[in-house]
């Protein structure tokens, strides 16, 4: 369609609004010209100007033989859960602290174990991150 479009477009009178014929366009000009053709072409014929494809892709060999890296990403999940249920226990505890120690106790408690289920998150995050990268080794759609 490319190249049907410039020979339509050569044998116009005028292609741009200074009313120059397309051979008078620089080359650059030329190509924006026939790019902004297709595009309206495309737009008008297809509904669309951008084409999506969907592939369908299975796990590799690396992830049925040894999955290691899903044991693994399982278990960083399940210890931040359960860093998650201690930040919330122990911040029961500030409120029910009787004396100012064990409420400052409770408190640095609560803040280590936050700290630790966002920074298991945030690891959580590159490992999905890694398997939706295209070419890696674990990569899988259904894991992301």
Request: charged share 35%; aromatic share 10%; glycine share 4%.
């Amino acid at each position: 369609e490319y190249d049907r479009t410039k020979d339509q477009m050569a044998g116009e009178t005028t292609v741009d609004e200074s009313g120059r014929t397309f051979q008078e366009l620089s080359e650059r000009e030329q190509a924006t010209a026939v790019s902004d053709r297709l595009k309206l072409y495309s737009k008008n014929a297809y509904k669309k100007t951008k084409v999506t494809e969907e592939v369908t892709r299975t796990d590799t060999v690396c992830m049925r033989e040894n999955d290691f890296y899903v044991d693994t990403v399982r278990q960083f999940r399940d210890r931040r859960y359960e860093y998650k249920k201690l930040t919330k226990v122990w911040g029961k505890r500030i409120g029910k602290a009787a004396t100012p120690q064990q409420r400052k106790e409770a408190e640095d408690t609560t803040l280590v174990y936050d700290s630790l289920q966002v920074a298991h998150k945030c690891i959580l995050n590159s490992f999905y991150g890694y398997v939706m990268r295209k070419g890696a080794r674990w990569r899988s759609m259904e894991m992301a």
